[in-house]
């Protein structure tokens, strides 16, 4: 059974930095990208960003580009959203999912259809809050 499980979610202060954890099993890691999102209470599921199977090909957000990292590691079946600089507002819940569209294609589908494409698999979510 194909899963996706974060972690490393929990209360930080403003100007801290936290590494939250996309843990992958059942499914061909490698050959799939893992997409980051977040939703916030009373707001829309929002894109973070994606990182591509094979070429490690990254794509952010613009309201994250300059703060944020997504980075994976297929030996492992991991996958890695490197936060800095939280803010207040970047409280949310944190969701890794997975597709076989590599991220540059991801990108251009949301683009182009006004939102994020279905993905096949989902994590439960990890909640991240941070104090001003």
């Known amino acids: 059974e194909a899963q996706l499980v974060e972690s490393g979610g929990g209360l930080v202060q403003a100007g801290e930095s936290v590494r939250l954890s996309c843990t992958a099993s059942?499914?061909?890691?490698?050959?799939?990208?893992i997409s980051w999102f977040r939703q916030a209470p009373g707001k829309e599921r929002e894109g973070i960003g994606c990182?591509?199977?094979?070429?490690?090909?990254?794509n952010y957000a613009d309201s994250v580009r300059d703060r944020f990292t997504i980075s994976r590691d297929n030996i492992s079946n991991a996958a890695y959203l490197h936060m800095n600089s939280l803010k207040p507002e970047d409280t949310a819940v944190y969701y890794c999912?997975?597709?076989?569209?590599?991220?540059?294609?991801?990108?251009?589908?949301?683009?182009?259809?006004?939102?994020?494409?279905?993905?096949?698999?989902w994590g439960q979510g990890t909640q991240v809050t941070v104090s001003s």
């Open positions: 990182i591509s199977g094979g070429d490690g090909v990254t």
């Open positions: 059942g499914f061909n890691f490698g050959g799939y990208s």
């Open positions: 999912a997975a597709d076989q569209m590599h991220c540059g294609l991801l990108t251009l589908w949301a683009k182009t259809f006004g939102k994020e494409r279905r993905h096949d698999y």
